[in-house]
């Protein structure tokens, strides 16, 4: 089994920043995907970012430019830099891992952090 434990989320200004961590624990050796979704209130859970264990990454066109996803696989940790923050960001941003993707149903969840952003 793999735990995921994320922190960062917050309230901030729109045009603000933050930097969600996630850091993972337990059978770590079979994650190859992390990556963050979000689900903000009365809407689906979207796909935010994912990164591989060599670094390809991908992002949701609502934060291409402006969010940044990346990996220490010493320690097992992905990180989401968000920049230039808008209110339609406002989400629970969960992380998520698995052995192979994370685009469709990944296998482990984190608890989830709120982001809220103000205008």
């Known amino acids: 089994q793999v735990q995921l434990a994320e922190s960062g989320g917050g309230l901030v200004q729109a045009g603000g920043s933050l930097r969600l961590s996630c850091a993972a624990s337990?059978?770590?050796?079979?994650?190859?995907?992390m990556g963050w979704y979000r689900q903000a209130p009365g809407k689906e859970r979207e796909l935010v970012a994912g990164?591989?264990?060599?670094?390809?990454?991908n992002y949701a066109d609502s934060v291409k430019g402006r969010f940044t996803i990346s990996r220490d696989n010493a320690k097992m940790a992905v990180y989401l830099q968000m920049n230039s923050l808008k209110p339609e960001d406002t989400a629970v941003y969960s992380c998520?891992?698995?052995?192979?993707?994370?685009?469709?149903?990944?296998?482990?969840w984190g608890q989830g952090t709120q982001v809220t952003v103000s205008s």
């Open positions: 337990g059978s770590i050796f079979s994650i190859n995907a």
């Open positions: 990164i591989t264990s060599g670094s390809s990454t």
């Open positions: 998520a891992a698995d052995p192979h993707t994370i685009v469709v149903r990944p296998r482990y």
